[in-house]
Every structure is written in C-alpha cells, then in structure tokens.
C-alpha cells in the first residue's frame, strides 16, 4: 500500500522519505549555455538511483516546464522502457528560467526536480 502522504502533494527531496526519494525525484540537465533561440538538449533522468520498472511498480510520465510554461509529456510504459527521455526545446526570451519537471509514479505519486538556467542573447 502507497504512503497516503505522498499522494496528497508534489513530492521533492526536500519533502519526501530519503530513499524513495533517492529514487523518484527527476535529474534534469542541461548544456551550460543557453542561447535565446536556439535548440538544446534537456535530459531527464528519474531520480538518482535506478527506479524498477515492473507491472506493479514503474514511472507512468515525465512532464517537463520552463516555469509554469507546459512544454512536453512522455509516456512511459512498464519492463520496455528506462525513465529517462531528451527532449529538444527552444526557449524564446532571454532571463533566469527555472526548468521544472515532474514525474509520477504509480505508488509513490508525483516528484518534483528543478534546474535553474539563464537564456543568454
């Protein structure tokens, strides 16, 4: 049975049981510069630690925002898939952003990793 706490709130390191934790928050990166623009490379990756994969067990999506901007939603199917995606964006205004992306699990619910980044003219 799922801890009830966890899917009553977005989940972080911050508030969530360490060693799940370890295993649920996304890893975003990201190259070191970024040009107003241009298409680059984000790589999300759920949690530090590997994340099972099995029927009963596994990530369900990744969801990926610049802010509260909505930019994209991956789909992830049990034992086929790894819970990591790279995605290509294109950020249009120059200025601090903060990438945000969630993932969700089908019994830990729904973790929260952040990036901050700055889009350069």
């Known amino acids: 049975m799922a801890e009830p706490s966890l899917f009553c709130q977005i989940n972080t390191s ?12 996304p890893v975003i990166t990201v190259p070191d510069v970024i040009k ?9 990756k759920v949690g530090e630690a ?13 969801d990926l925002y610049s802010g509260h901007i909505y930019i ?5 199917t049990a034992e086929l ?6 995605l290509t ?12 992306a969630f993932s969700r ?4 619910g729904i973790w929260e990793g952040t990036k901050e980044i700055n889009v350069t003219q």
């Open 14 to 25: 911050a508030t969530g049981p360490a060693e799940t934790a370890k295993k649920h928050v």
């Open 36 to 44: 107003v623009g241009q298409p680059f490379a984000v790589t999300i």
């Open 50 to 62: 590997p994340h099972v994969m099995e029927n009963g067990h596994f990530i369900q999506f990744i």
């Open 72 to 76: 994209s939603r991956v789909d992830i």
């Open 81 to 86: 898939s790894k819970p990591e995606v790279t």
């Open 89 to 100: 964006v294109v950020l249009p205004h120059e200025g601090k952003r903060t990438l945000r």
């Open 105 to 108: 699990c089908n019994l830990h």
